[in-house]
């Protein structure tokens, strides 16, 4: 097979989707591998590094996706622009993250194209599939960056100091949601010497958050179906939200930094942070809102933007993992690696075989057909009369 990895044209991405690591290991199962000019070079990748792993490098953006058979990126969704699309040919496989649960529409498009498109968000959270969660790598990734962030932004440092000139009292961290981007944070400002609480609706994050230094905060409230599919906070309704903001308020007021984390995959995002819960908290703390590409867990969060209301810094980041670009780009090509080869079967072909529940769960479109249920639901669509079939592509 021929993979093409193309340098990505979303404003502000500096993440490539593979690393030299990535395409020596892909051209060891016999496939070739076609790297456009300067994909890797914010990422610390040059292209000097792609050749000596065994790639071609392709000045001409449209040279590689003409010879390509697989295409590999990391935003193939790309927010009001059709843009990569029309570079897509019938027939050809295009692997990255997509927005799928968001921008549902895109499969039909990549449907109409005739294009096999595998959304790496849609990777089911189950043990052999864990190799390839990359929603997971890159909430480590935001998880810890979070930290760094509010630590840039706050007028307190986070450890305890006993100096000549005075000791100085640890920041008190807080961290919203104990998912793997929360745990990651808490983890993080842990390290950094702060004194670190967490919350999450699921109980089963209690001991979790136990496992990474941090005190659980308990809120008096019905915990029962608060966890969904893939171990995922479910979204509940506005009277249990309503109690738990009420609960919250106190225990924010005593913090210096908060980290925000809970999203519903799909959904807008729960707002745990009221604007009147902001005016009680102390002046200079700081919210890291990570919610905010879904809206964000405070009302007061602009995404992409830095305010400042009531003497609190709101930070609504936008693509944390790209600010971490080196890192971001091993983890997320270790991703696609993997998922890559789990599809090659010995000799370098492509071998989809829709009886596999990760094929099951990621592909969105092929051979013309929306065939995700979930994206399928999303369009209003009838499930499909029949399951694909197993299907072995040839070079």
Do not use: W
């Amino acid at each position: 097979m021929i993979i093409g990895i193309p340098k990505e044209i979303l404003q502000g991405e500096r993440r490539v989707a593979m690393t030299p690591a990535n395409v020596d290991a892909l051209t060891h199962r016999g496939c070739s591998v076609l790297v456009q000019a300067g994909a890797g070079e914010e990422a610390d990748f040059s292209d000097a590094l792609y050749r000596q792993a065994g790639a071609e490098i392709l000045h001409d953006r449209d040279e590689l996706y003409a010879r390509s058979e697989i295409i590999t990126q990391v935003n193939v969704y790309q927010p009001q622009s059709d843009a990569e699309h029309c570079h897509l040919r019938p027939g050809q496989v295009v692997i990255g993250m997509m927005d799928p649960l968001g921008n549902p529409q895109q499969a039909r498009k990549l449907a109409e194209k005739q294009i096999t498109s595998i959304a790496m968000e849609l990777i089911p959270r189950i043990s052999r599939a864990q190799s390839m969660d990359v929603l997971s790598s890159m909430a480590t990734i935001a998880g810890y960056k979070s930290v760094i962030m509010a630590a840039s932004a706050s007028a307190r440092i986070y450890p305890m100091m006993m100096t000549a000139a005075g000791n100085l009292d640890p920041a008190r961290v807080f961290i919203m949601g104990a998912g793997v981007a929360g745990l990651q944070a808490a983890a993080t400002a842990k390290r950094m010497g702060a004194v670190v609480e967490a919350y999450d609706v699921r109980p089963a994050a209690r001991e979790q958050i136990l496992s990474v230094g941090a005190k659980p905060v308990a809120l008096d409230l019905e915990a029962e179906a608060t966890e969904g599919k893939g171990g995922y906070a479910k979204a509940q309704g506005e009277d249990f939200l309503r109690r738990q903001r009420e609960q919250m308020a106190a225990v924010l007021a005593a913090q210096d930094i908060v980290i925000t984390t809970a999203a519903i995959p799909g959904a807008k995002s729960p707002i745990l942070i009221t604007a009147e819960m902001v005016m009680k908290m102390k002046a200079g703390a700081v919210i890291v809102d990570l919610a905010s590409e879904r809206g964000g867990n405070c009302e007061l969060t602009e995404h992409g933007e830095t305010v400042v209301e009531h003497g609190v810094t709101i930070i609504g980041p936008e693509n944390v993992p790209a600010s971490v670009p080196h890192h971001a780009s091993q983890m997320y090509g270790n991703n696609i690696e993997n998922l890559l080869l789990h599809l090659l079967d010995e000799n370098g072909l492509l071998n989809l075989d829709f009886t596999d529940e990760i094929l099951e769960q990621t592909v969105m479109s092929h051979d013309g057909v929306v065939c995700q249920t979930r994206i399928r639901e999303l369009l209003n669509m009838a499930p499909l009369s029949k399951p694909l079939q197993h299907v072995e592509e040839v070079a």
